[in-house]
C-alpha cells in the first residue's frame, strides 16, 4: 500500500504498488482498512465502498495504471 487517506477527486482512497510499474486505485471508499506500507495480497480487505468525494452516490471507482497512465482494467479481473 502506497497511498491510503483522501485524495482530491476520489475522496477516501487506497494505492496499491504491484510492482513493475503497475499500480492499482481503489476510490470512494467509506471506511480504509489498510495503512501505507502493509503488504496486501488478493482477499485482503482494503475498505468499505461508499460516496466519499463522489457526486453521483455510492460507487467504487477502480483503475489500474501502468508508468502512470491509466489501462484497461479488465485483463486484471478473471
Avoid: C
Avoid at 497511498?3 to 481503489?26: C, E, P, Q
Avoid at 471506511?31 to 466519499?52: A, N, P, R, W, Y
Avoid at 467504487?60 to 497512465?69: I, K, M, N, P, S
Wanted: aromatic share 10%; proline share 4%; no cysteine.
Amino acid at each position: 500500500v502506497v497511498y491510503a487517506k483522501w485524495l482530491r477527486g476520489f475522496g477516501n482512497t487506497v494505492m496499491i504498488d504491484h510492482t513493475r510499474g503497475f499500480m492499482s486505485l481503489y476510490g470512494h471508499l467509506d471506511e480504509i482498512h489498510v495503512k501505507v506500507g502493509q503488504m496486501v495480497k488478493t482477499g485482503t480487505d482494503l475498505g468499505t465502498m461508499g460516496d466519499s468525494g463522489s457526486l453521483f452516490g455510492k460507487r467504487l471507482h477502480v483503475q489500474v495504471r501502468e508508468d502512470g497512465r491509466a489501462i484497461d482494467p479488465k485483463p486484471w479481473f478473471p
